[in-house]
């Protein structure tokens, strides 16, 4: 099928808080279509319960909040970004306020709350429920914003690149292909400028805290197109996901510990409180630990869950801070003013990613990536809590502002070839790529989860070797679909994880390995480099 090629200033893939922060951002001098593979309200950003980390309180600093995004990055933070990001903090904050984004105030005052790894409350937030939040703020705007056009149902197939299309010259990104669901079509997008926001990968994993649209299509197609990536080993697992089985991946805000929260093994195991003896911070210590921490006594102690418990608050703080904890729990019989929760760790973030510059540019000319999709050198080997937010706007900003000052490219208004399937035909087993993903996520959890060894990592390089093979020739032969196109990119990014697994012989924040548990010096982050992108399918 054919469909006419669609011309834009700037394509931006993903409709989270990256996405459209720089939509509205550049939206006043650029003509920009935003894409997004569902709903506009179905991605990550919208999930976020803690909140955005940004130093407001005159008690605090830059210094400190930098101190502890190095430390919680267990070394491998790189210090210009860190300063970079903290230091455009505030602002950031500033303009979600001008935009009415109802954050949490005490006395008239932004209320500050604190979460793990931090040394003082700088925690903005909205309830309990700051992404969505936000989200919701963003997309009103969004909507009454003129020279925006919004795409959605719309999947990422493939980036388009001058090399990929045998033009000469320098490579550069010209635009795009996505599968339009709601018509069943591959359409040609165009743009002087490209930027991915689509998040992270966690349903890579069988158990996780992201939405089902985390499938890393960003990561995976910058990659074909020939840009490295970076740190894809560092996987944060939430150590607090809710575990129920009527529970799909709602998480227990990392504020729940912050306002002090204990973990504690489930009656059957003793019922006592034990992270005192994995970490002198106890439950403030960083995610790793604590996820590391859980794993180690559920194993030891044969437990499907451990507890977290903040019932000694009173019912009424509960209910200020958060409700919707609460009213979710008391939906499945858990009341948490008198009850413990149970929890399990679960794939959470992806601190790894497209490398890019401060300004979000990737190595391909008119390619840029922010948000979750990239590596920025903020998380290093871990995340501190509630800087991902931060950095989705800090670096939507930047580079909303680099494409700004790179005007308005020629190559924009190139007339892009149709998508061409004319030798291919309907799948015939679709069943093909529910099994292949249900194996994925399984293998992943299994052999590439919160502690690794090397023959877990080649037993899963073996299997994933396997299911590419398959994918490619299900992509070759047969008409694409969403679910495809996702199981297409999660084993690619599989593949990374394990690449950059491979490569870092040594334990390392999110990275534990029993084969190298000592941490190596100097810090080095793992870059992989790609081969020459392949032509695309005929």
């Known amino acids: 099928m054919v469909h006419a090629s669609r011309d834009f200033d700037v394509l931006i893939v993903g409709s989270g808080l990256a996405g459209l922060t720089a939509a509205l951002q550049l939206a006043p001098t650029h003509r920009v279509g935003l894409l997004t593979k569902r709903a506009l309200t179905d991605g990550a950003s919208a999930w976020a319960q803690g909140g955005i980390a940004a130093v407001l309180d005159q008690d605090d600093s830059f210094a400190a909040h930098v101190d502890d995004t190095l430390v919680a990055g267990a070394g491998l933070c ?134 089902d649209t985390a499938t890393g299509d960003g990561i995976a197609a910058a990659w074909r197109a020939g840009c490295r990536v970076a740190n894809l080993e560092f996987i944060q697992f939430h150590p607090t996901c809710l575990y129920h089985p009527e529970a799909k991946s709602f ?43 859980i794993d180690f006594e559920m194993k030891r102690h044969g437990l499907d869950c451990v507890h977290l418990d903040i019932s000694h608050q009173s019912p ?63 998380h290093g080997a871990n995340r501190l809590a509630s800087n991902s937010l931060l950095e989705c706007m800090v670096f939507a900003r930047a580079a909303a502002q680099a494409i700004a000052q790179a005007g308005h490219a020629s190559q924009g208004r190139l007339v892009l070839p149709a998508w061409d399937d004319s030798r291919v ?31 877990r990592l080649e037993r899963a390089a073996h299997r994933i070797a396997l299911l590419q093979g398959e994918i490619a020739e299900f992509y070759a032969n047969f008409h694409v679909s969403r679910d495809l196109l996702e199981l297409r990119n999660l084993v690619q990014v599989a593949d990374l994880i394990v690449r950059s697994a491979q490569l ?22 793992t870059i992989v480099v790609p081969p020459t992108a392949k032509a695309f399918k005929p």
């Open 425 to 455: 035909t309907d799948p015939d087993e679709c069943v093909v790529i529910s099994h292949n993903w249900d194996e994925l996520r399984r293998f992943m959890w299994d052999y590439v989860g919160i502690v690794r060894t090397d023959k």
């Open 78 to 211: 790189d210090l210009a970004a860190t300063r970079f990001v903290v230091e455009n903090a505030p602002a950031a904050i500033a303009w979600l306020r001008a935009l009415g984004v109802p954050f949490s105030e005490e006395q008239g005052q932004l209320h500050l709350t604190r979460e793990g790894g931090h040394s003082a409350r700088r925690i903005v937030h909205a309830a309990d429920a700051t992404g969505a939040a936000v989200q919701a703020t963003l997309l009103e705007h969004l909507r009454a914003t003129p020279n925006i056009t919004v795409l959605e149902q719309h999947t990422l197939v493939d980036l388009i690149t001058s090399r990929k299309l045998g033009l000469a010259g320098p490579d550069r990104c010209l635009g795009l292909y996505a599968l339009d669901a709601e018509r069943d079509q591959v359409v040609a997008l165009s743009a002087a400028h490209t930027l991915l926001a689509t998040g992270g990968a966690g349903k890579v994993y069988l158990y996780t805290t992201n939405p």
């Open 251 to 293: 998480l227990i805000s990392e504020a729940v510990r912050g306002e002090g929260g204990r973990l504690l093994l489930p009656p059957c195991a003793g019922g006592t409180r034990f992270m005192p003896g994995h970490d002198a911070r106890a439950e403030l210590a960083p995610r790793d630990i604590v996820a590391r921490a």
């Open 504 to 525: 870092r012989r040594e334990s390392r924040g999110l990275h534990f390995s029993r084969d190298w548990p000592r941490t190596s010096a100097p810090a080095a982050p």
């Open 316 to 378: 009424a703080f509960l209910h200020a801070h958060f409700p919707n904890i609460l009213a979710r729990c008391a939906g499945l019989g858990i009341d948490i003013t008198r009850q413990p929760i149970p929890v399990v760790p679960a794939a959470h973030y992806s601190c790894g990613g497209v490398l890019t510059d401060l300004a979000g540019r990737s190595d391909l000319a008119g390619l840029y990536a922010i948000g979750e999709t990239a590596c920025t050198g903020l």
